[in-house]
Structures are given as C-alpha cells and as structure tokens.
C-alpha cells in the first residue's frame, strides 16, 4: 500500500496568514493527489484534484502542487471558515491511502 | 442538486451483519463511480470500497471478504453490506460519488451514517 505524510500534523496560524502543508508519499503517484477539507461533524469537502485543479467552487486562495512524492497545500490568505482539518489522498492504484491529517487552528 | 443520504447505520454485536444505504438524487448511480469512505471515532479517513460504473468493485483489505458493495439501479441506492463485524468496524461511514476524469476523487459526500461494533 502507499503510505501518506502529512506535516505538521496541527498548525496553529493567524487569519491572514500564508499557511502550507505538505503531503509525501511513499513512492511516485504521478499527479493522482486529491486534498479535502473537514470540518467537525461534517463530511469532507474536495478542495483540490489532480495535485493542483481547484474543484469548483473553491475559492482561489487554495491552490496545490507538486507531483511524484511531494506535494502541497497552500492557502495564501487565511480566512475564519478555513479553519479546519486538511486530508491528502492518492487515487494512483488501491487501496486509495489518505493522509493522517493536519489541524489548522486559530492562534 | 447532488444529494447523497445515508442510512441503516447503529449499534451491532461483533460478529453481526449490517446494511448501510446511500440513497442518491440528482445523479444517476450506475452511470459514476460511487465509493465508501469511514472514519473512526476522533480518526482519520480511511477509504472503503469502490464499485465502478461498469460494475467493478475493490476493497480495501481491512474489509476484503467481510463487506460487499453493490447498487440497485431502480432505485438509484448504493448499498454496502457488511458482515462478520468487529470493535475496528465503529466509524461513520461515507458514501461519495466519484469522478475519474484527471484523477478519481470524491465531489459529493453524503453526511455519514454511524455504525458502532460493540457488545
């Protein structure tokens, strides 16, 4: 199986502030990397396809790049409802592994 | 509007049976590919299964043999049917419709279903 790693695992930041996050995997995925967002009690949300494709509808603050193994998440301007867990996932071949997570929280 | 909904989720003895629905509106089940996805108590996400729209399926191997996706097209539901349950079943338990054009990935997600495994 690909293993998924994210880091950091929690991140405390300020609204307004740049913030990265970054996901490794174990070997070469290609560009097959998705990232979603969870909020508590609620199902995730795609933010980001194809390692770097914004899904509609998702403000153009988030972008992703990165392709083989490393990859990231970048919010370029944190606003108050961005505050949330963050998940990378591989669709490169089964079973499709996500990331342990990164908890954003306001500082 | 996509809309993605649930059910069938509750406390279950290990070793017992369970029967989540995922019933579907504004799509068309058998023509996208449809996944599950849980997620244990204060956990991460941990991808389940996935049944294509040409009607192949896989499993993560936590669930191989145990647990069976299917869909009934009439009534445009994807169902999950998981047996021999254990303790590490306990999760809510996603269905999402997937697209596969420039990489799989899950759009729509309905709101979980909880399934506890527990004597």
């Known amino acids: 199986d690909i293993q998924m790693t994210q880091s950091p695992s929690s991140l405390s930041a300020s609204v307004g502030d740049r913030v990265t996050i970054t996901c490794r995997a174990s070997?070469?995925?290609?560009?097959?990397l998705n990232w979603y967002q969870q909020k508590p009690g609620k199902a995730p949300k795609l933010l980001i396809y194809?390692?770097?494709s914004l899904q509609s509808g998702v403000p153009s603050r988030f972008s992703g790049s990165g392709s083989g193994t490393d990859f990231t998440l970048t919010i370029s301007s944190l606003q108050p409802e961005d505050f949330a867990t963050y998940f990378c996932?591989?669709?490169?071949?089964?079973?499709?592994?996500f990331g342990q997570g990164t908890k954003l929280e306001i500082k | 509007e996509v809309q993605l909904v649930e059910s069938g989720g509750g406390l279950v003895q290990p070793g017992g049976s369970l029967r989540l629905s995922c019933a579907a509106s504004?799509?068309?089940?058998?023509?996208?590919?449809m996944s599950w996805v849980r997620q244990a108590p204060g956990k991460g996400l941990e991808w389940v299964s996935v049944?294509?729209?040409?009607?192949?399926?896989y499993y993560a191997d936590s669930v191989k043999g145990r647990f069976t996706i299917s869909r009934d097209n009439s009534k445009n539901t994807l169902y999950l049917q998981m047996n021999s349950l254990r303790a590490e079943d306990t999760a809510v338990y996603y269905c999402?419709?997937?697209?596969?054009?420039?990489?799989?990935?899950?759009?729509?997600w309905g709101q979980g279903t909880l399934v506890t495994v527990s004597s």
């Open positions: 999402a419709r997937d697209l596969y054009f420039l990489g799989q990935r899950s759009d729509y």
């Open positions: 504004g799509f068309t089940v058998s023509s996208n590919y």
């Open positions: 049944i294509y729209s040409g009607g192949s399926t």
């Open positions: 070997q070469s995925i290609s560009s097959y």
């Open positions: 194809g390692a770097s």
């Open positions: 996932q591989q669709s490169y071949s089964f079973p499709y592994t």
